[in-house]
C-alpha cells in the first residue's frame, strides 16, 4: 500500500506552514 495521498497532504500542510511563517515575519 502506497502512502502518496498522505505525502501530498503532508505537502499542502508544509506550504501553508511555510506562507504562515513568512507572514509572521513580515
Known amino acids: 500500500v502506497r502512502n ?3 505525502d501530498v ?3 499542502i500542510y508544509f506550504v ?3 506562507s504562515i ?3 509572521s515575519i513580515i
Do not use: K, L, P
Request: hydrophobic share 50%; charged share 25%.
Open 4 to 6: 502518496d495521498a498522505i
Open 9 to 11: 497532504d503532508y505537502q
Open 16 to 18: 501553508w506552514f511555510v
Open 21 to 23: 511563517f513568512n507572514r
